[in-house]
């Protein structure tokens, strides 16, 4: 009797084990998250990333800023592989690079390839937003109310994440410049929209890359550019300028682009952390590049320097505007015909007015 209840005993040992060695246990891109209550994977997911600036500038540690907050957010289960400068594809080859792979993720400017997003080059435009917040977050909205903007990329296989703006910049010069009047006849480095009202203006635009710029003005090739305080300090520029005439000539932008294909694959609480990251962004990047690099260290490179800053008048930017909106404005409304063109455009500038009147009051949003 004890001879068979011993065999029933090891029969049930032997149907328990079966059972659960059914069970699949393997942790392979399925662990969940410590804690977690398991519906997030714990799949790993390493992408490259590519910017146009070197690793210690100001842009690249805005777009740094993003990928930190997403590595962080994800709790690990994302990384960059981070390529400055030209080390993995020059800055006119990132959107192609992103759409066909090569780059996962980059900081993307329109104006770089305006033939394949012709709406998109709206951030070129001159005499639009001073603070860079307040472009940044006019940008954001306007993709997101204009799917017009963001096809121009999806056409391309690529995702638009978010937007980055920079602030405004300046007229400086080798000589006092402190009107509009003084500006006629002179050469200055500008490109795009900048370069279209600066010949609305009177001056000469010159096509002057930000490594040639100080020899250029250095020798005479050029008397002065419309620039931001950061890009001329970090070519020199403040060693030989004269006056900065602090009016809001125009500005650059552009978006955070990811390989579609890529971005699709996620989960979707991966994605939402690229979505929140790139909203958070805008405050992150107005920090490092207006507050600590523009307004403090570059800003004191100029004034140690001794140049003097003449300021703008209400009535300076309100004439700038009337004239870079029957110009330049128009001219890029005309050539985008059959477009929603002028009605992005009057929304956009809209925004503008809108997050400027919140950021005088309020300053950056906590």
């Known amino acids: 009797m ?20 059914g069970e699949d246990t393997s942790s392979k891109d399925s662990t969940n998250d410590a804690g977690d209550s398991g519906s997030k994977s714990a799949e790993k997911y390493i992408f490259k990333s590519t910017v146009q600036a070197p690793q210690q500038a100001a842009l690249s540690q805005g777009f740094d800023a993003l990928l930190d907050s997403i590595e962080e957010k994800s709790d690990g289960r994302i990384t960059f592989e981070r390529y400055y400068s030209d080390a993995l594809v020059k800055p006119a080859d990132a959107a192609d690079a992103v759409g066909s792979g090569i780059a996962d993720l980059a900081l993307l400017a329109p104006s770089y390839t305006p033939a394949n997003n012709p709406l998109s080059t709206i951030e070129s435009l001159p005499a639009l ?35 980055w703006a920079l602030p405004s910049y300046h007229i400086i010069s080798k ?3 402190a009107s509009f009047e003084d500006l006629k006849g002179m050469k200055v480095i500008a490109a795009g929209g900048q370069a279209l009202i600066a010949d609305a203006l009177g001056a000469t635009a010159v096509g002057v890359t930000m490594p040639e710029s100080f020899e250029a003005m250095e020798r005479g090739a050029v008397d002065g550019g419309f620039l931001g305080y950061t890009s001329a300090s970090t070519y020199g520029i403040h060693e030989i300028a004269k006056s900065v005439w602090t009016i809001p000539i125009g500005s650059q932008g552009g978006i955070f682009g990811m390989n ?3 971005y699709k694959a996620l989960p979707d609480d991966l994605k939402e952390i690229f979505d929140e990251a790139s909203i958070e ?48 404005w128009k001219k890029w409304i005309e ?12 929304r956009f500038i809209e925004l503008i007015a809108q997050y400027d009147e919140e950021y005088q009051k309020n300053g950056l949003p906590k």
Not at 134 to 163: C, H, M, W
């Open 335 to 346: 050539e985008r015909s059959g477009s929603p063109a002028e009605e992005i455009l009057n």
């Open 175 to 177: 000589k006092d410049v």
């Open 129 to 163: 937003w001073k603070d860079q917040w307040t472009g940044t977050r006019a940008l954001l909205d306007l993709y997101k109310e204009f799917p017009e903007l963001s096809l121009e990329f999806e056409n391309r296989n690529i995702q638009v994440l978010g937007a």
């Open 260 to 262: 579609s294909d890529k």
């Open 2 to 21: 004890k001879r068979y209840l011993l065999i029933f005993l090891l029969v049930m040992v032997a149907v328990v084990l079966v059972a659960c060695g």
């Open 281 to 328: 962004n805008a405050v992150a990047f107005h920090e490092i590049y207006q507050i600590q690099s523009d307004e403090t260290v570059a800003l004191k490179k100029f004034q140690d320097a001794g140049v003097k800053f003449n300021k703008e008048t209400t009535e300076d930017i309100q004439k700038l505007q009337e004239i870079a909106k029957t110009t330049v």
